[in-house]
């Protein structure tokens, strides 16, 4: 087998599992809630934030595609800011609140009060981290893509 033909299909699979993780970050944010029966009104207007989440996750997959296709690494930087965007993900998912019968509960406080209160203040930077490293990991793998800088001999 042409190890360029297997350079292709690995970067084509880490493409799509990167696709596929974007995706279930996205629906456990706009969704999670329901896994713990917690799931309410305010799912519509998470859909705001999860689909441009999902949607960066699409160029993200692409970018990791074409790292590989052209024989190029992926930086540790590049790994860094999606490791953080998924992990600010999965604690937004947890702290993200919802309306329901018994009022606003999330995952990790229910409604209890004052933790209700402290999953509400952590959601927030939660979201702003994730949108923030996942945009980082979609510029630096755009720029992997591109291959290392050439070095100017002097």
């Given at each position: 087998m042409?190890?360029?033909?297997?350079?292709?299909?690995?970067?084509?699979?880490?493409?799509?599992?990167?696709?596929?993780?974007?995706?279930?970050?996205?629906?456990?944010?706009?969704?999670?809630?329901?896994?713990?029966?917690?799931g309410?009104?305010?799912?519509?207007?998470?859909?705001?934030?999860?689909?441009?989440?999902?949607?960066?996750?699409?160029?993200?997959?692409?970018?990791?595609?074409?790292?590989l296709?052209?024989?190029?690494?992926?930086?540790?930087?590049?790994?860094?800011?999606?490791?953080?965007?998924?992990?600010?993900g999965?604690?937004?998912?947890?702290?993200?609140?919802?309306?329901?019968?018994?009022?606003?509960?999330?995952?990790?406080?229910?409604?209890?009060?004052?933790w209700?209160?402290?999953?509400?203040?952590?959601?927030?930077?939660?979201?702003?981290?994730?949108?923030?490293?996942?945009?980082?990991?979609?510029?630096?793998?755009?720029?992997?893509?591109?291959?290392?800088?050439?070095?100017?001999d002097?």
């Open positions: 042409d190890s360029s033909r297997t350079t292709t299909r690995a970067g084509t699979l880490r493409g799509v599992l990167l696709l596929l993780t974007g995706v279930a970050l996205a629906l456990w944010v706009v969704l999670g809630r329901f896994l713990f029966g917690i309410g009104d305010l799912t519509l207007p998470y859909l705001a934030l999860g689909v441009p989440v999902a949607v960066l996750f699409v160029f993200i997959g692409r970018a990791h595609d074409r790292i296709a052209r024989g190029f690494t992926t930086r540790p930087a590049t790994w860094g800011a999606l490791v953080a965007a998924w992990g600010s999965v604690l937004l998912g947890l702290t993200l609140p919802d309306t329901t019968p018994d009022g606003m509960q999330t995952i990790l406080s229910g409604a209890r009060q004052p209700l209160d402290v999953a509400i203040g952590i959601a927030n930077p939660a979201a702003t981290i994730m949108i923030a490293f996942t945009i980082i990991a979609l510029v630096l793998a755009v720029q992997d893509a591109r291959g290392p800088r050439p070095v100017e002097h």
